[in-house]
């Protein structure tokens, strides 16, 4: 039933908010949603805003809670856990060694350098300072972010500029499972040629990636195959090929 | 996967038989940062004293990997084993500096109180560890004969820190260590003790009201309510999906820059 090379297995996957202080009024968001994805695919979702694109995503990183269903993942050791079931440990675990997240903000520290906001997450797994920062350079680099501002905190950067170094962050760990919200939202021609050819270079080296791209150029060039979500239907996803 | 360095099961401490924490359950790992979150008067530097036996827990118990070889009761241990425990592997970071420093002696002498409790004599060596930790502490070594009364806000709560990590201790407890402070200070405490965290694998509790601290510093959050933990989890979780009501008020009531 499971391919060797199958990474993410979500079933009957539901979330739904409930908002205690505003009447508890419930706000179901996710409801039966299913899909696998593996090494080498680009998955991308697309539906209308409201359809739970990035509340999927977050569900994906552990950053929501599921109300239901499973979200298991691979880890890079070969283990499976299910996201919907693991403890704060086990999620920490995943997040350093197998699931990378862009997010479309940069939460920036104040003070930390853009080189070692880069090389964070390879210090995380043990790399010397030295070769994290090497290779941070050569991420940002690629990303047309100007070496002069390589020592500023990215708190005062421009938001296309925030972007790449998010971006770079979260591809410089090499996380097997890579998840994208819109990572291109604010970058011009050329950087979002630099940002498709990494998303393709990572699904040639196997890596799977989940995204949102509300741009349709980059859409068709990244993408393998599309989820579609609709807003708070039942059955709501369709996954076509 | 590493070993817990702190469990504490079933924790209840109450100054008379209702206000204090009460069933508190957590593990703290090397490295983590945790923060407790909630309201004053809900417990939360409560449950910092009793975990640490300032203030004896009535029930439930405390275990802490010792000798790093296993979690040990601190029920079982002596008097003098836990104040030994107390000076040298656990670090104490008050709200107000005054509570934590000596404010007559000098800003060099408040840093090697800890190395000479534990038996470090030599004054050369003192001195030189002393403005090691006021330079890591960005304050001008040159201020080491300075008592700290001379010193501002910020720098005094930057002194009590370098006094509790003088001895590399491998858990520091934190009461409120920014709120007496002005935010432009706050942002660099909060960085600098980012910083020592990665750098010393410290495991810290951290006690605050504010929930930008523990997005920045922590990577777990205990929300407290009435001396119990309502909900506990991944800080960017409890923030960004708050399930108990008590959690999504206190979310909802952060202004957004």
Partial sequence: MTTPDLMIDVRALHKQFLLHNQGGIRLPVLQAVGFQASAGDCLVLSGPSGAGKSTLLRCLYGNYLASGGSIRVRAADGQWTDLAEADEQQVLALRRGTIAYVSQFLRAIPRVPTLDV??????????????????????LARLNVPERLWALSPATFSGGEQQRVNIARGFIGGHPILLLDEPTASLDAGNRAVVVDLIREARAAGRCLVGIFHDDAVRDAVATRTLALQAAAPEAAALTA | MTRALLSVRNLTRTWDGVHGCRGVSFDLYPGEVLCVVGESGSGKSTLLQALSWQAEPESGSVWYDVDRAGLVDLATLTGAQRRLLARTDWGFVRQHARDGLRMQVSAGANIAERLMAVGQRHYGALREAAAGWLDRMEIDAARLDDAPAAFSGGMQQRLQIARNLVTHPRLVLMDEPTASLDVSVQARLLDLLRQLVTDLRLAAIVVTHDLAVARLLAQRTLVMR????????????????????????????ILQS
């Fill in chain 1, 118 to 139: 880069v090389a964070e997450p390879l210090r995380q797994v043990g790399e010397a300072a030295g070769p994290a920062r090497e290779r941070a350079a050569a991420l």
């Fill in chain 2, 226 to 253: 009435g001396g119990s933990v309502v909900e506990s989890g991944l800080t960017d979780q409890i923030l960004d999906d708050p399930q108990h009501p008590y959690t999504q008020l206190l979310v909802s009531s």
